[in-house]
């Protein structure tokens, strides 16, 4: 078994032809003046390779959240499947999505949500939590504005 992705978004749904379709996706670090921050929803998306060893038994997923103190803040959350690959195939993709409602992440620092398969380890999605100062809000916006401001010359 190998992870193929795992990423942390607002909000993901399996579509009708099998695919995931996320916005919101979170990479690198959130920058908030204040906190606690409250998310109203964060979706872990995942996909693991099952290869033919990993056939026809039940495999157990786990999410643990864990805050920057290393302790863990939300429940786990726990996800039981079964595989089943044809013969012909190498490995199969099984997708999931594991919701938590109403996230608060009360101080700044790395936030792990922890992926476990079968009590073993197998991914860490980070969530970066970074207390911004309004400086650097500022300087932020700025920075922004000159890059779409130089976008709109090229067109």
């Not at 039940?58 to 039981?80: C, M, N, W, Y």
């Amino acid at each position: 078994m190998r992870v193929q992705l795992a990423f942390l978004a607002e909000a993901a749904t399996h579509t009708s032809s099998g695919s995931i379709a996320a916005i919101g996706i979170v990479i690198g670090r959130i920058n908030v003046l204040t906190l606690p921050l409250g998310v109203p929803r964060l979706d872990l998306v995942l996909s693991l390779i099952f290869d033919k060893e990993d056939l026809g038994r039940e495999h157990v997923v786990i999410i643990r959240p864990i805050d920057p103190d290393g302790k863990q803040f939300l429940q786990e959350t726990r996800s039981a499947f079964n595989s089943s690959i044809p013969e012909r195939e190498t490995g199969i993709v099984h997708s999931a999505i594991m919701s938590h409602n109403l996230v608060i992440f009360r101080s700044a620092g790395l936030y792990l949500f922890q992926v476990y398969v079968d009590e073993s380890i197998v991914a860490s999605v980070e969530y970066k939590v970074h207390l911004q100062t309004l400086a650097e809000a500022e300087e932020e916006r700025r920075l922004l504005g000159e890059e779409y401001s130089s976008r709109e010359e090229v067109s």
